[in-house]
């Protein structure tokens, strides 16, 4: 203190002619004359310093209770930008308040939100504790922490639902007595792949409410709610390609886009990464066309595999657990499923026949899902069951069930005639049932 009084002082002695002479500098000089004029009511200026002072030490106390460290501001910060280019200049507000609660407070506000965005969700202990600490991203192939199956709709077959994490939370705080059931299951970071894509889209729509929180013009938060219009749009083709082509089709959706947000994480640690890591365009387009690559690693299909021997076990099929059961009483395709994945074309289709995957969507699928309010059967070749969407759009791949039918039908062949009068029959059906804004197809 004293040097600073002793440092104004000499200001104070500093002939304000030399200062004053150059025009130039006018703005600086009259700073310079303002501070020199305060300067000599150093009595109010010491006040001041010994304010911030005390302000100064409040917020470091503040920040040590937050527990946010500078290197965790910095990322979240860098997560939540609003250009793709800057840092936030704040932490958003909501994310600061579940980082600086307890993690059982977080946990409540955390659901409170969910209910709020109408995305009711159960958050994993995991998800929970990554939000509350900034620590979202995940070592690669081993989906936890923040990732999109870490907060399921419901948590039907994971051990969680019967139990109340925020007072696990708590019981844990407050170094209570935990069964070992109990600790078993603060220390998993469990998640739980989704079974179809109705279900897939209530994580995605769970986990974007979640991201809402870092603000509305994130870009993090754009994306995610572009995603997840995506698959709601798209929701009949996705389950119908998980229908008929890959079972495991919800889990590699979740996966894939889990996978591009941890890689924006990781960026985010050390600068705001690139809008680039989250354009998920060619992903969207190759999961439409059945044509993706994605590999779920090993510790997530074995989750899979492990909830069907469970689900077997049961009786499986059965009509009671109505969350997870609407596409997977498929059995024997195992040998489809080894089959390396191929793009099959219907080379010479017959342009009577050919249907645009719009045209396949709004018509042909509507056929397929609603076959009870229909008169419909699906055409036949000897008995096998001919692919619609290899006969009428003219692709698909070798893992469909069906792909015994991918052979190419001949112009006024039989089957050519079958599926001649099947597609015109549910065009017909569209046509008598089509509003006015529907599309048009021939
Ligand atoms: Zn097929």
Redesign the pocket.
Known sequence: MRSLQDKIEELTSIPTKNVTSNTDNGALNTLMATLIDQASNSGKIQERFVIAQESLVKMKEQSKKDKISTPIENFVKNVFTDDGSTQLEELPPQIKEIMSQSQETAALTLDLCLHKQRTPAKPMIGFIKALHKGHYSYETGQPGGLNIMSIPHTLNGSGQENCNINQLLAAESNKDDLSSNEKKILNSSTISPPRTINYAIKMLSAYTSVLKLGGEDSFIFQSADDITEWAKENEQILSDNTT?FDKSLPTKLIYGIGDAYNSYYKMAKYAVPNQAWLNLEGFKMKLLTKQHSILLPESVQSLIDNKRKREDKKGGGGGNNNNHNNNNSGTGDDNNQQKKFKVENHTDQPPQLKCSQEMHKKVINEIVYNIDNYDFTCPKNDGTEE?L??ALVGV?NSK?K??AS?TSIPPNSARFHNMLKFRTKALAEYNKNKKDGDQNFV
Do not use: G, L, P, V
């Open positions: 008929h692919c969407r290899y698909c469909c069906r792909a991918h």
